[in-house]
C-alpha cells in the first residue's frame, strides 16, 4: 500500500442524518409488540377480579396465576435464548410465540374455573417466553452497532406505549357497559393484526438478513486489516522482524489482505 494512501473507515452514524435512523425493521417489530401488548393489557388488568369474583378463586390461585405464569415465561427464556443462535430457528420461533398468545388469549373468556385460568395463562407466558429472545436478537442483527440502544429504546417505548391502550380499551368497554368476558375476548381483534403485522415484517427482515451479515463481516475483515498494517504491529511480527517500518507501510493492499486471511486461518 502507498504511504500516501489510507484506509477509509466505515461512516459512522451521525446525529438527525441518514445513518442515525432506526431500522425499518426493528419499527415493523415494534408495532407488533404494541398491538400484542394492546390485547394482552386488556386482559391482564382483568384477571384478578375476573378469578376472585366471576369464578370464585381464592388469593392463594391468584397467586399461583402470577407466580406459574412467570416462571414459565423465565425457564422458557433461557431455553428459546440458546435455540435463538442456530440458524434458521429465530423466526419460527418468534411466530410461535406470538401465534401462542394470540390464540390462547381470547380463550380465558370461555373459562368456568379458576384453575382453567391458569393453565390459560401459562400458556399464554409460554408464547412469551418463546418469543422475546428471538426477537431481542433479531433486532441486534438488524442495527447496526452504534443504534443498538436506540433501536431497543424505540421498541420498548412502544411495547409500554401499547399497553397503555389496551388498559385504557379495556376501561372504556366496561364504562359503555360490557361484562369482563366479553372484554377478554375483543382482545383477539388487536392480537390477530398483530400477527399479521409480523408476517409482513418477518418477510422483508428475511431478504435482509443476508445481506446486514455481509456488512458485519466486511467490517470485521476492514478493522483487522487496518490494525495489521500499522508499522508498529509488523515490527513485533517474527516473520518480518528484519523489513523496516518504512518498507512495511509501502507493503501492496493485496499482500497484507493475504497475510491477514493467514493470521485469521492460523488463530481459528
Not at 110 to 119: E, F, K, L, M
Not at 147 to 172: I, K, P
Request: aromatic share 8%; hydrophobic share 40%.
Amino acid at each position: 500500500m502507498p504511504p500516501n494512501q489510507t484506509v477509509k473507515a466505515s461512516p459512522q452514524a451521525t446525529p438527525g442524518g441518514e445513518g442515525s435512523r432506526v431500522p425499518a425493521g426493528v419499527k415493523g417489530l415494534s408495532l407488533v409488540s404494541l398491538f400484542n401488548d394492546f390485547a394482552s393489557e386488556m386482559v391482564y388488568p382483568l384477571l384478578p377480579a375476573f378469578v376472585t369474583r366471576t369464578l370464585g378463586g381464592s388469593a392463594v390461585t391468584l397467586g399461583l396465576l402470577d407466580g406459574a405464569s412467570e416462571l414459565t415465561a423465565s425457564a422458557l427464556k433461557w431455553i428459546s435464548g440458546r435455540l435463538a443462535d442456530r440458524p434458521g430457528w429465530r423466526r419460527p420461533l418468534i411466530l410461535a410465540g406470538y401465534g401462542t398468545a394470540v390464540l390462547v388469549r381470547p380463550l380465558i373468556a370461555s373459562t368456568s374455573a379458576a384453575w382453567q385460568v391458569v393453565g390459560f395463562r401459562v400458556i399464554d407466558r409460554i408464547g412469551k417466553g418463546l418469543r422475546t429472545p428471538p426477537r431481542d436478537a433479531m433486532i441486534a442483527e438488524i442495527t447496526p452497532p452504534e443504534l443498538r440502544g436506540r433501536a431497543f429504546g424505540y421498541h420498548r417505548g412502544a411495547d409500554h406505549f401499547g399497553a397503555v391502550l389496551g388498559s385504557l380499551a379495556a376501561w372504556w368497554l366496561l364504562r359503555q357497559g360490557a361484562n369482563v368476558r366479553s372484554v377478554i375476548g375483543w382482545s383477539v381483534v388487536p392480537g390477530l393484526v398483530a400477527f399479521v403485522v409480523l408476517a409482513g415484517v418477518l418477510k422483508g427482515v428475511r431478504g435482509r438478513g443476508s445481506g446486514v451479515r455481509s456488512r458485519q463481516r466486511a467490517q470485521r475483515h476492514l478493522r483487522t486489516l487496518m490494525r495489521l498494517s500499522k508499522p508498529s504491529r509488523w515490527s513485533r511480527n517474527s516473520s518480518l522482524s528484519t523489513t523496516s517500518p518504512r518498507s512495511t507501510s509501502a507493503l501492496p493492499a493485496s499482500s497484507m489482505w493475504k497475510r491477514c486471511r493467514k493470521r485469521k486461518s492460523f488463530s481459528s
